[in-house]
Structures are given as C-alpha cells and as structure tokens.
Antibody
Framework: EVELVESGGGLVQPGESLRLSCAVS????????MTWVRQAPGKGLEWVAN????????YYVDSVKGRFTISRDNANNLLYLQMHSLRVEDTAIYYC????????WGQGTLVTVSS | DIQMTQSPSSLSASVGDRVIITCRAS??????LGWYQQRPGKAPRRLIH???TLQDGVPSRFSGSGSGTEFTLTINSLQPDDFATYYC?????????FGGGTKVEVK
C-alpha cells in the first residue's frame, strides 16, 4: 500500500527552526519528484517546494526562499523540509506529496508558529 | 507567476444536482492542470489530471475539460460524499499555483 507519513510538526516561536520529515512506502521513492504543500488554518492550499529524483533540482515559493530547504534521502525513502526563521504566517498543515503533479498526499503535520 | 482564478468560491447544491466549477489561468498553461477534492479534516485527493483525465478509482460523475486558460470541473448527479472543497492546480510553470477553492455545500 502506498503511504506518505509526515512528522516533525509542533509549536515553535517566531524565529525558530523545525525540520519536517515524510516517510514513504509502497512505491519506488527515488523515481519521483516530491512536493511539499501547506494549508494555513481555514485557508486554501499553497505549493511550497519541489525536489527532483536525485535532489539535483529544487524549486520554492518566493515566501520561503532562503528560509526553507527541501531535501531527500533516497536510501531510506525520506523527504525533508528544513525550516528556519519561522514566521507566524508559516503556521499551517504541511503535506508531502508525490510528483510535481501532486498525485498522492500524506495526512499532513501541523506547524504552529506563535509567541 | 500564473494566477489561478477559481469560481465560484462557494455554492449550495442538492443531491442529484449538476455542479460546474471553473478555473481561469492568467496565461496559457496548455492542459497542465489538476483538480483536487478536500473533505473537512482530511488531506486532499486528486480527481483529475491533465485537465480531463480521471484519476483511477474516481467516480465517472466527475469530469474535467478545458485547455489553454479556461478549465471546468463538472460533477454530474451530486452525491452526499461530494460535499467538500475543490481546488485546481496548475503545474505548467513554477511557482505552482492553486486556485482559491470552491466549497460545495448542502442547499
């Protein structure tokens, strides 16, 4: 069964850092682009970042450039989102998803940035 | 950046109704568009890709059409499970952008 399971969310203060993980099973992780999408409470969906199969290409939404880093560990089927200098407006559920076309989604992990 | 304008933002409908949701892209995106359904408290799921191709396992009452800048999602004979929020996503160019969402509510 195909599964994407995010973890690492929590409550942090503005300016702090957090690393999200996404554990993948049920498909060949190393063959797919991977994506992070977020959803602020009561709001719509926002694409955050993408990473190529070998990690050699990455793309980010402007609002997180220079603060967030997407990476992957193909040997262990793990996707990461390292988040620095977190802001209140980064508060959201963060979903990992398969492919640029966002075919499959995890259940999400909640990140709350508040003082 | 490509803006995706989705309309309406909400609608009220009854079981059995036909529902049409529209997404307009601010520039041509060929057919690089997907439609997603999100039920309350759940992760989204993809319904349609490449504008009109139904995802495996999705009921045939869902259909998508369009190309270029104008796209529609049609739900024929709305069912109780279909009351949810729907989003379009363009993946033609970065940054990828979602429409603002359409909430389908019970009339």
């Amino acid at each position: 069964e195909v599964e994407l399971v995010e973890s690492g969310g929590g409550l942090v203060q503005p300016g702090e850092s957090l690393r999200l993980s996404c554990a993948v099973s049920g498909f060949h992780f190393g063959s797919f682009w991977m994506t992070w999408v977020r959803q602020a409470p009561g709001k719509g969906l926002e694409w955050v970042a993408n990473i190529k199969q070998d990690g050699g290409q990455t793309y980010y939404v402007d609002s997180v450039k220079g603060r967030f880093t997407i990476s992957r560990d193909n040997a262990n089927n793990l996707l990461y989102l390292q988040m620095h200098s977190l802001r209140v407006e980064d508060t959201a559920i963060y979903y990992c998803a398969r492919q640029t076309t966002v075919t499959l989604w995890g259940q999400g992990t909640l990140v709350t940035v508040s003082s | 950046d490509i803006q995706m304008t989705q309309s309406p933002s909400s609608l009220s409908a009854s079981v059995g109704d036909r529902v049409i949701i529209t997404c307009r892209a601010s520039q041509v995106i060929r057919n690089d568009l997907g439609w997603y359904q999100q039920r309350p408290g759940k992760a989204p799921r993809r319904l349609i890709h490449t504008a009109s191709t139904l995802q495996d396992g999705v009921p045939s009452r869902f259909s998508g059409s369009g190309s270029g800048t104008e796209f529609t999602l049609t739900i024929n004979s709305l069912q109780p499970d279909d009351f949810a929020t729907y989003y379009c996503l363009q993946y033609n160019s970065y940054p990828l952008t979602f429409g603002g969402g359409t909430k389908v509510e019970v009339k």
